[in-house]
């Protein structure tokens, strides 16, 4: 069957089972770039058909992610669990077909089978003891077993077709057994219920993990037993964490909420994830809109990406640079707000704007914008080492000088000088010292441009602590 181009539709299918994870974001990433680069559409399906493990939680999850990374699909989301009816219909047609069968083995018979199987040193599989063939009489139909129902693969021949990520596949039809379509309870498994789904949603294209290579040849089987057009399939290499290893939970953060709670910005989630994977060029740093005008389904790669925490942190290191100081304060306010320091968002813009060259995520922006509304926590080594004795007398000047002092960089900045002249100090015997006891830190951006920053008694009730 030839692949179907036109109009070009794609589509994401989480199993609301977590989170979204950064390996199925990335693939939605791809699905959506790719439509939105054709002009086509993107769907959002749930693919709900594992009852027991699905969650209104991991959708409400799911679709809060998806909005964040501003993967906005153009359909769904659709449930799967609404479509039974729709996937009942078409296994009746099957078995009217003769491409489906029913199968009463019981769960005892097929671990026999299984078992004779081990001890013969044979591959697993179901041994066709329920699949119609001509002239073959089936077993009598047992009492009281509930059937499940299988895809009548065939037989011989090849399944065949050109990834889009890794090129040709093709798997011999001997390696693929009778696969269950729909369980005892008259829920179908995934391999069915997509298949349906793609080919009633017109999906032109299916972008996924490479887990899912092994499933593509049932599936493509069932699509040719229907008669219905394949998609181009596109199967994305898998994403390793940096020890080489497969991206997992108990390797560090895995979904994309964390990121978003660890202060990382969308725009670099998105710039950093659709590199994992696909390359354009040389290009490191990108916008939405450059992704979507190259983003053709060429320089997909077929080798895993490796997970980079450092590199996703200077392109977040990045954004943080270009963004919207007002845009900023908001996410600070909100990290501040979860350490229980409530912040005043006149000042914070000009406090981001101040900081944010030097911070990688708003956590940090937000560790060193916590001084202006929450007491100063110098470490005891730092006022040991830079508060002596002998420049207490200088801090007590430049606190009186302060209170009279207009209260901008220029009139702090005279009250330094002042200061340091009158006690015969170098500005940094005076400046880190202040530093430790305002900001709690030996090191700031320009002192008189930190200091403005604060409410001025804040700053003379700190130097007077000394
Ligand atoms: N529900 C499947 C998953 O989350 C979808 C796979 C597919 O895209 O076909 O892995």
């Known amino acids: 069957m030839t692949p179907i181009t036109t109009p070009v539709r794609t589509r994401i299918a989480p199993s609301p089972t977590g989170f979204l994870h950064l390996g199925t974001a ?25 009852v027991a493990r699905s969650t209104q939680d991991s959708v409400d999850q799911i679709l809060a992610a998806m909005q964040w990374l501003g993967l906005e699909y153009d359909e769904g989301p659709i449930y799967q669990m609404q479509r039974l009816a729709r996937y009942n219909e078409v296994i009746e047609q099957m078995i009217a077909a003769g491409t ?13 089978m299984k078992a004779g199987q081990e001890a013969r040193g044979e591959k697993r599989r ?51 057994d009778d696969l269950i379509i729909q369980r005892t309870d008259g829920v179908p498994t995934y391999n069915f219920a997509v298949v349906i789904d793609d080919w009633d949603m017109k999906i032109s ?22 008669g219905a057009p394949l998609p181009a399939f596109g199967h994305v290499p898998v994403i390793l964490g940096d020890d080489g290893q ?68 200077w392109v977040n290191s990045h954004y943080i640079k270009q963004a919207d100081d007002t845009r900023l304060s908001a996410l600070v306010a909100a990290q501040l707000a979860k350490r229980g320091i409530s912040a005043d968002l006149g000042r914070l813009p000009a406090m981001c704007a101040l900081f944010k060259d030097r911070c990688a995520t708003t956590v940090v922006l937000a560790d060193w914008l916590a001084m202006y509304f929450a007491p100063a926590q110098p470490t005891a080594e730092d006022l040991a080492g830079h508060v002596s004795d002998a420049v207490k007398p200088a801090l007590a000047t430049l606190a009186a000088k302060l209170v009279d002092a207009e209260w901008n960089k220029t009139g702090i900045q005279a009250a330094i000088k002042e200061t340091i002249t009158a006690h015969s100090l170098k ?10 006891l305002v900001c709690g830190r030996a090191q700031t951006p320009s002192l008189d441009a930190v200091l403005e920053l604060f409410d001025k008694e804040n700053v003379v009730e700190r130097l007077r602590c000394a």
């Not at 489906?100 to 026999?112: K, N, S």
Request: with cysteine.
């Open 246 to 313: 497969k991206l997992s939970k108990r390797r560090g953060a895995v979904s994309v909420t964390a990121y978003e709670e660890n202060g990382y910005l969308p725009e670099a989630m998105l710039n950093y994830l659709s590199r994992l994977g696909w390359s354009h060029g040389d290009d490191e740093l990108f916008s939405r809109e450059q992704l979507v005008s190259w983003f053709d389904g060429s320089h997909l790669s077929k080798s895993p990406a490796q997970w980079d925490p450092a590199k996703l942190e």
């Open 427 to 436: 500005m940094p015997q005076l400046a880190i010292p202040v530093r430790v």
């Open 205 to 226: 294209h299916v972008f996924r993990g490479d887990e899912h290579v092994n499933n593509t040849p049932w599936q493509i089987n069932i699509f040719n037993a229907l």
């Open 126 to 176: 179901y041994d066709g003891t329920w699949r119609p063939e001509a002239g073959k009489v089936l077993p009598a139909v047992p009492e009281g077993v509930k059937p499940v129902v299988r895809f009548k693969n065939p037989i011989d021949g090849d399944v065949s077709w050109v990834d889009l990520c890794k090129g040709t596949i093709t798997i011999n039809n001997r390696e693929i």
């Open 26 to 50: 990335r693939t939605a990433l791809f699905s959506w770039a790719y439509a939105r680069h054709h002009g086509g559409q993107f769907v959002l399906r749930i693919e709900d058909t594992d």
């Open 100 to 112: 489906a069968y029913r199968c009463y083995c019981t769960p005892q018979e097929l671990d026999a």
